[in-house]
Nanobody, 126 residues
Framework: QVQLVESGGGLVQAGDSLRLSCAAS????????MGWFRQAPGKEREFVAA????????FYGDSVRGRFTISRDNAKSTVYLQMNDLKPEDTAVYYC???????????????????WGQGTQVTVSS
């Protein structure tokens, strides 16, 4: 039973920073890539970032590249999303996700992820 628990969201002002965490359990964490997605009210789920199991391959969505950084600590079975220079457009519920099958190259498509956390709310005021 794979479980993912996000934390670290909150209400911040534009330009502030937040670090989200996602603690995983129920599988060998280091064997799988991980992804971050977000969903704003009335919008479809959007790819944010993904990292391979070794951390050698990292991808970012166009809207967050240069501001967000994904990382992982396999010893702690945790993936992080450091978010800098937050903008009101970043307001959304942020989810971490784990794929069903391990691959060397992480996917940027939500359909390829089978396990999802409950989400953590990030609200950025102007």
């Amino acid at each position: 039973q794979v479980q993912l628990v996000e934390s670290g969201g909150g209400l911040v002002q534009a330009g502030d920073s937040l670090r989200l965490s996602c603690a995983a359990s129920g599988r060998t964490f280091s064997s799988y890539g991980m992804g971050w997605f977000r969903q704003a009210p009335g919008k479809e789920r959007e790819f944010v970032a993904a990292i391979s199991r070794t951390g050698a391959s990292i991808f970012y969505g166009d809207s967050v590249r240069g501001r967000f950084t994904i990382s992982r600590d396999n010893a702690k079975s945790t993936v992080y999303l450091q978010m800098n220079d937050l903008k009101p457009e970043d307001t959304a519920v942020y989810y971490c996700a784990s794929p069903k099958t391990p691959t060397y190259i992480p996917s940027i498509r939500s359909h390829d992820y089978d396990y999802w956390g409950q989400g953590t709310q990030v609200t950025v005021s102007s």
